[in-house]
């Protein structure tokens, strides 16, 4: 089925560690986006990518990096966990066919960081 | 800039009642709104979405949402709660030509028996 995949689904990291979370699309959107959501902050975007080779930072950076070396597949990479990342990350993407305004989002990964 | 207010954190009705969330909005340009809908331990989905076209707008599952631009408003309602529409809801507006949208905090709508 088209859609957004993200793996994993479930993590759980000590303060310090890394890690990478994947992100692929299989409609051919031009949009990727990575947002976090926290209890009664609705979804704050991370980092976006509007094209295969861009990246572009969003609300709430800090601590996070992305890379688009693919159309299909952006990653979002935690360099040094810190606590104050354990969250829901979810990816979503956009473009034609589905729409260009409408995004299309993965299931989610849950990352806590202890 | 872009913002979206959602007026309340928690919304609860009985079955059957109907169903009010509310969204207030600021943006600067034309924007296009959206209505999803997260389920528990689920992604969102889309509900409905405003273009500029009819301001009246028809989404999933029987809800509708109203643009109202002097009242920078798009709330989202449903004539009759049903048990499953129990989730968080979120609305969403990005400025025409953004690459951007912005989220609400979202609204939790518990149905009672």
């Known amino acids: 089925n088209a859609g957004v995949t993200q793996t994993p689904k479930f993590r759980v990291l000590k303060t310090g560690q890394s890690m990478t979370l994947l992100c692929a699309q299989d409609?051919?959107?031009?949009?990727m986006y990575w947002y976090r959501q926290d209890p009664g902050m609705g979804l704050r975007l991370i980092h976006y990518?509007?094209?295969?080779?861009?990246?572009a930072k969003g609300e709430v950076p800090d601590g996070y990096n992305v890379s688009r070396l693919k159309k299909q597949n952006f990653l979002l990479g935690l360099e040094s966990a810190a606590p104050s990342q354990t969250s829901v990350y979810f990816c979503?993407?956009?473009?034609?066919?589905?729409?260009?305004?409408?995004?299309?989002f993965g299931a989610g990964s849950r990352l806590t960081v202890l | 800039a872009q913002s979206v207010t959602q007026l309340d954190s928690h919304v609860s009705v009985s079955e059957g009642t109907p169903v009010l969330l509310r969204c207030n909005y600021s943006s600067s340009y034309s924007p296009s709104l959206f209505w999803y809908v997260q389920h528990p331990n689920k992604g969102l989905q889309l509900l409905l979405k405003?273009?500029?076209?009819?301001?009246l707008v028809k989404g999933i599952n029987g809800f509708e949402a109203e643009f109202k631009k002097s009242e920078t408003s798009f709330h989202l309602t449903k004539p009759s709660a049903h048990m499953s529409d129990a989730a968080e809801y979120f609305c969403?507006?990005?400025?025409?030509?953004?690459?951007?949208?912005?989220f609400g905090q979202g609204t939790r709508l518990t149905i009672n028996p």
């Open positions: 405003y273009t500029s076209a009819a301001t």
């Open positions: 979503a993407s956009r473009g034609t066919p589905t729409g260009a305004n409408v995004l299309t």
């Open positions: 409609m051919n959107h031009e949009y």
């Open positions: 990518s509007v094209g295969e080779g861009t990246t």
């Open positions: 969403v507006v990005r400025n025409q030509g953004a690459q951007k949208l912005v």
